[in-house]
């Protein structure tokens, strides 16, 4: 008999969410008139922009002419694409060949994917709390964690030491759930210590776009040496509202190699034998956000997004809680007042004020004591949210 994998065994059962949605579905089968505000929700609700609409609609039709038609892409992206991805790091000073750009379904698939690159016997860093992906991912390949807190005196950005070391290390900026975000001396050090130990960092820039400070990085690639150490994975899901749509891309530089290695060849290699590439329309739709219009019009949404974080900040500083992140992030990360747990102030806020979000310690143990609003949600309801939060804690 086939034996399965036997470290899916291993895996923690991931609770979090359907625990969340067992307790609102409770409360709401015995309060059926509750508008309930839903703070916790990690997904868009704005639509996709009109230039990605009309860019997809083209491309539809392009589909249904003959002299248009395409049938399969290159694996690793349409050139146009690649070329358009590249161009936009340029206008940020960071210079990439198209061919180092890889195009994707979005940053879950290659945060598990990417992973193939490196033996079952290397070790993984995650500093938490954490995005849960990062280390299920790596329990399911058998690898060994280790595990990084990070809390409110470091301001949920650890700095590299010997207990950081391993092969592969993830780093999350601005980070989900704490909403903080690396310096670049910050990351110049994790660089630099990636370097010097071999590892390889796997950035998550998932909410780059939400950055504000002109002093922070957007990308890891912008870094001194990121180049020989670093993979950056990157989604248009938040940036422009792809969650449904999905596409992303992922940065592998030609200068990364490991043990003769080039990883840029080993993912091309990956690439070119487990996937077909990303549909011609997506890919399409994607481009149009790379064009000057695009990103005016992606702006705007995500000036939407802003507003909410600023409208649930203000609140908070009124109500005295203590708070980081809702800056340069989507998210806002809060002390639950009181010392209460986590846990127990969701059900406060559940009960008192028919607020729901996130507790922090489903992101990891040292996130016990914190909490998580999105700021993904409707303005109306943000504002309500705020509103509650100021009677109940004033
Ligand atoms: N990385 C982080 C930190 C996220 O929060 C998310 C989604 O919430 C993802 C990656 C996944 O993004 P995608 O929709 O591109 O798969």
Redesign the pocket.
Known sequence: MITPNRHYAELKDSYLFARIAQKVSDYQAHHPDAHLLRMGI?DVSLPLCDVVIEALHQAVDDQATKDRFQGYLPECGAPFLREAIAAHYHARGVELLPDEVFVSS????E?GDILDLFDRSSSALVIEPA?P?YVDANVMAGRSIVHLPSNKSDGFLPEPSEEARADLIYL?SPN?PTGATFSRAQLQRWVDFANEHGSVILF?A??EAFIEDSDLPHSIMEIEGAKTCAIEIC?L??TAGF?GTRL?YTVVPKALVRASMSLNDMWVRNRTTKTNGVSYVIQRGGAAVFTPEGQRQIQENLSYYKENARILMQALDRAGIWYCGGRNAPYVWLECPGGMRSWDFFDYLLNEAQIVGTPGEGFGACGEGYFRFSTFGGRVDTQEAARRLIALFS
């Open positions: 990690g979005g940053a879950s698939d945060l995005y992906a999350c989900n998550d998932a909410y989604s899901s938040k969650t992303g």
